[in-house]
């Protein structure tokens, strides 16, 4: 009678030995689980908030600039030029726009040379090429380089010469 009681406590064994297995199976299949669902949440992560949004990124860089600083050349430029056989006055008032304080303080120091460049260009034109906005806008280009040579020739930064806009132009 031995025997059984052994074959008895066997299965007895067996049976307490099968659950652990399949324990240990839903312990491996547990973690495998969990780690499947915490890499498939970090690639979600990567998909939608890792990457850089271009508004926000945008955003960021406009809240990062300095504000404009304009400097208007004073007195306004007066040039006369010729149109069909009468001579025409030309009138404009320029401002310059920066958010560099360095070359603010370069536009400054260079008013005489920068007047000179832009007289020259503007004494130049012809009725026709300003009367036209498509001619407005080249002149106003053309003098925004200009500028932007002067710029560059005192030792600062010619780009952050960032616009150039004539605040009145007026014909006769």
Known sequence: MAAPAATNEMHEEGAEAAPAKGGKKGLIIGVIALLVLGGGGTAAFMLMGGKDDPKKKEATKKEQLLPARYVTLDPPFVVNFEAES???????????????????????????????????????????????????????????????????????????????????????
């Open 86 to 172: 009468t001579v025409r006055f030309l009138q404009i008032t320029i401002g310059i726009m920066t958010r560099d304080l360095e070359v603010e303080k370069i536009i400054k120091d260079n008013d005489p040379r920068i007047r000179n460049d832009l007289l020259l260009i503007l004494g130049n034109q012809s009725y026709e090429s300003v009367s036209k906005l498509e001619g407005k806008e080249a002149l106003r280009q053309r003098c925004l380089e200009a500028v932007r040579t002067v710029i560059g020739e005192s030792g600062g930064a010619a780009l952050k010469v960032e616009a150039l806009y004539f605040t009145s132009f007026v014909m006769q």
